[in-house]
């Protein structure tokens, strides 16, 4: 009765936690903060729809990296970058705007995932967990993603170091320092970039502790419980998530042409997809045969019962143990994992994402070697 009325306060305390918003991650904090700055600008009483948040915040960074080149006076080092890469003023414009583009987005949308999690959790897996333990980890998996001290250290230290590291390979190619005012730029989209890498990290943490979480199932064929596949969509998401920034990846780099780095560049994107959906289906798999198994075992319990009182003339008994062994092979014979035609058609799409992007920067050979003739 203790450990009931345990779990049932731990449920309750977690799901008003979650429902008062108390849980917030730095890119929340961060977002909240520029929606506040933005309304007090406009003189707006009401938030501002997250998209056109997202919109002015990467107007604001490309005027804030352009401003940064002119002021700095490094337009011409900058100008000879750009040549250097095949790139004109223009095409180089462009490709910073991307750049930023292709960092705020990313953040923006991991996180709100983040947030989708949290509510999957508040509305429905929090009332079907049984046991404190897990209670527990999820509640440490929230302070570890909502931990905007130790995310900020972390985003300035990686950013830091991410931006050195390409501002070097930039000295190195212009043959000369880049300038301030790139340089700035730079850092200042690497360690925002250095924010949702966090959260991806902490995304990869809950699909690794889901193996280990205890979710009341329907004990006769727990994979097709509706939590199951609601988790198994959600899960899919991340999956969808790497495929389409490696398939960006796999078209920048094809774009300047086919050489042996856009395979390699290709099956690295593969890499990461296939563990990542290795890991989902396989802590999915794991949550499935915890609770098919204790179902067998409690079958098995019932049917021993009956065969410790050796009652075996008795029809009634026999009958009674009969109908408990096909119920046992109907439950044993029932899929261990979430892994139906949807999720091996999700996973597929995933990774020809990146191989269409390959194919699309490689439009020229393509057609080059389907117009020869035999």
Same mark, same amino acid.
């Given at each position: 009765?203790?450990? /009931? ?23 929340? !904090? ?41 002021? &700095? ?24 705007? &991307? ?24 509305? /429905? ?9 897990? %209670? ?16 900020? *250290? ?8 991410? &931006? #050195? ?5 930039? +000295?190195?190619? *212009? ?39 205890? *979710? ?7 994979? #097709? ?5 609601? %988790? ?5 998401? !991340? ?16 774009? /300047? ?14 890499? @990461? ?5 290795? %890991? ?17 075992? =409690?079958?098995?319990?019932?049917? =021993? ?23 046992? +092979? ?18 597929? +799409? ?5 191989? *269409?992007?390959?194919?699309?920067? +490689? ?10 003739? @035999?």
């Amino acid at each position: 009765m203790s450990t /009931d009325t345990a779990l049932i306060e731990k449920r309750e305390e977690l799901k008003r936690r979650l429902a008062a918003g108390e849980y917030k991650t730095l890119v929340d !904090i961060f977002l909240e903060w520029f929606d506040r700055l933005l309304r007090k600008i406009t003189r707006r009483s009401g938030p501002f729809p997250l998209w056109l948040i997202t919109i002015i915040l990467i107007a604001a960074f490309v005027l804030i990296s352009f401003v940064a080149i002119y002021i &700095s006076g490094d337009w011409t080092t900058t100008h000879k970058y750009f040549e250097l890469l095949g790139l004109g003023d223009k095409l180089g414009v462009l490709w910073i705007i &991307s750049q930023i583009i292709l960092t705020i987005v990313p953040s923006v949308v991991i996180n709100r995932y983040i947030n989708r999690i949290l509510v999957l959790w508040r509305d /429905d897996m929090l009332d079907a967990t049984e046991s404190v333990a897990s %209670l527990e980890e999820f509640e440490d998996w929230l302070k570890k993603t909502c931990n905007w001290r130790l995310n900020l *250290l972390m985003t300035i230290i990686g950013g830091l170091l991410f &931006s #050195s590291y390409t501002t070097s390979i930039a +000295n190195n190619l *212009l043959g000369e320092f880049v300038g301030y005012g790139f340089t700035f730029s730079n850092t200042i989209v690497s360690i925002f970039a250095f924010a949702s890498i966090y959260l991806y990290l902490m995304v990869i943490l809950l699909s690794a502790r889901l193996r280990r979480y205890d *979710l009341k199932l329907f004990a006769a064929d727990p994979a #097709s419980s509706e939590l199951v596949s609601r %988790l198994s969509s959600e899960l899919s998401f !991340i999956v969808y998530f790497v495929a389409a920034l490696g398939a960006i990846g796999a078209l920048n780099v094809a774009l /300047d042409g086919f050489s042996i780095v856009d395979v390699v560049l290709l099956i690295g994107v593969w890499l @990461p997809i296939i563990a990542f959906f290795i %890991l989902n289906q396989t802590s999915l798999s794991s949550m499935i045969q915890r609770v098919k198994w204790k179902t067998l075992n =409690e079958i098995q319990m019932k049917v =021993e019962k009956l065969q410790i009182s050796k009652n075996f003339g008795n029809q009634e008994t026999m009958d009674a143990i009969k109908r408990l062994m096909d119920y046992h +092979n109907q439950v044993k014979a029932t899929r261990d994992s979430a892994l139906d035609f949807k999720a091996y058609l999700s996973f597929i +799409n995933s990774l020809l994402l990146p191989l *269409l992007a390959f194919l699309l920067g +490689n439009l020229d050979l393509m057609l080059a070697l389907f117009a020869r003739k @035999p």
